[in-house]
């Protein structure tokens, strides 16, 4: 009885980590981006992961010199974006955007987008907390 009582101990605790994993490797917002730091980035889309437990966006910025850089751009989760009305398929590739949001902790070319802005002016919201495209 005590073999049983222990092995079905071990294998709910095991469960319960398991079962949580994800929840260890959320992280805040203020753990990984700065609020301070506001950026406003233009490009050219290069990629839209629709993915859980963020999505992402990568675009080609050009800078003053000209050089290119690629920037990852997370956003909420697909959830999220659907309930505020964003679709996958609203950031084809190859399209031009304005992005605002906030940079990243670690000084890498990643930002945490408030949302985004399409060439033609429509504003989506990025379903994260924090505000909209319009917000600039």
């Known amino acids: 009885m005590k073999k049983l009582f222990t092995a079905s101990t ?4 095991l ?13 805040s917002f203020a753990s990984e981006y700065d609020a301070s730091k506001p950026v406003t980035l233009k490009g050219t889309i290069v ?7 963020h ?5 080609d910025v050009k800078d ?4 290119v850089s690629t920037w990852a751009i ?3 989760s697909p959830s999220s974006l659907l309930r505020s009305g964003f679709r996958k398929d609203d950031l084809p590739v190859g399209a031009e955007v304005t992005v605002t949001g906030h940079l990243a902790r ?9 949302g985004v802005k399409m060439a033609n002016g429509n504003a989506l919201f990025s379903g994260t907390p924090g505000g909209s495209a319009d917000e600039k």
């Open 74 to 76: 997370e956003f909420g």
């Open 15 to 27: 469960s319960m980590l398991l079962g949580t994993g994800s929840a260890f490797a959320h992280h």
């Open 64 to 67: 003053a010199n000209g050089t």
């Open 55 to 59: 999505s992402w966006l990568h675009i």
């Open 47 to 53: 990629k839209f992961q629709w993915i859980n437990p």
């Open 10 to 13: 071990v294998a709910f605790g």
């Open 106 to 114: 670690n000084g890498s070319k990643t930002a945490h987008s408030s």
